[in-house]
């Protein structure tokens, strides 16, 4: 075909059949994506389904329509599909790997951003990480509250002194028992006022 054209075109080809390539990919999807939503909402009416299940449906489909769309894309510039599941595979693997060695990291970090904009206490407050309702528990006054960590000073006679570092995480998984003055602790959180 290209020799039944001037050369002058020739160099536009190279660049115009992927592009046309590309269009006619992008609009195929489109169509396959208008069909699908018509498709499940039908479907959703017919049987009755719960408005989420079909929302949820359409998300997946075009989120599968769009993946597809991306690789189809990506191949006919010449990027090879071996490579690209090659580097989603290594990618997904790495980030796998790096999201659950850093989990108690970052829910430590999560649950001192809700410290902060809850209150469930504040600094100098005297506080109990109670068990279950019945066992006393941890108990202090807040001398410090980090990214990772809440400390307490303990004050009862046994351990005055002694601080303990609670992992802010405890407290969203405890019941937590405050009092901002130590005299009106039942059964004596002793402070120094």
Same mark, same amino acid.
């Given at each position: 075909?290209?020799?039944? &054209?001037?050369?002058? #075109?020739?160099?536009?080809?190279?660049?115009?059949?992927?592009?046309?390539?590309?269009?006619? #990919?992008?609009?195929?999807?489109? &169509?396959? +994506? $208008?069909?699908?939503?018509?498709?499940? +909402?039908?479907?959703?009416?017919?049987?009755?389904?719960?408005?989420?299940?079909?929302? =949820?449906? *359409?998300?997946?489909?075009?989120?599968?329509?769009?993946?597809?769309?991306?690789?189809?894309?990506? /191949?006919?510039?010449?990027?090879?599909?071996?490579?690209?599941?090659?580097?989603?595979?290594?990618?997904?693997?790495?980030?796998?790997?790096?999201?659950?060695?850093?989990?108690?990291?970052?829910? %430590?970090?999560?649950? #001192?951003?809700?410290?902060?904009?809850? +209150?469930?206490? *504040?600094?100098?407050?005297?506080?109990?990480? $109670?068990? %279950? =309702?019945?066992?006393?528990?941890?108990? =202090?006054?807040?001398?410090?509250? %980090? &990214?990772?960590? !809440?400390?307490?000073?303990?004050?009862?006679? /046994?351990?005055?002194? #002694?601080?303990?570092?609670?992992? /802010?995480?405890?407290?969203?998984?405890? !019941?937590?028992?405050?009092?901002?003055?130590?005299?009106?602790?039942?059964?004596?959180?002793?402070?120094? =006022?």
């Amino acid at each position: 075909m290209k020799d039944h &054209l001037p050369t002058w #075109t020739h160099e536009w080809l190279h660049y115009g059949v992927p592009a046309l390539q590309i269009v006619l #990919t992008l609009l195929a999807a489109w &169509l396959l +994506r $208008l069909i699908a939503r018509r498709l499940i +909402r039908r479907i959703g009416e017919h049987y009755t389904l719960p408005p989420e299940m079909v929302m =949820g449906a *359409r998300r997946v489909f075009s989120f599968v329509v769009y993946f597809t769309v991306l690789l189809v894309v990506l /191949n006919i510039v010449g990027v090879s599909a071996t490579v690209l599941w090659t580097a989603f595979t290594g990618f997904a693997a790495v980030g796998a790997v790096a999201f659950f060695a850093a989990w108690s990291v970052l829910s %430590n970090i999560f649950c #001192t951003l809700l410290i902060f904009t809850t +209150r469930p206490f *504040r600094l100098h407050d005297y506080i109990e990480l $109670l068990e %279950n =309702g019945e066992k006393p528990g941890l108990k =202090g006054r807040v001398i410090d509250v %980090n &990214l990772i960590y !809440t400390t307490l000073q303990e004050t009862d006679g /046994n351990h005055e002194g #002694t601080v303990l570092q609670i992992p /802010n995480n405890m407290f969203f998984q405890r !019941t937590v028992r405050r009092w901002r003055d130590p005299a009106q602790a039942p059964g004596g959180i002793q402070g120094d =006022g």
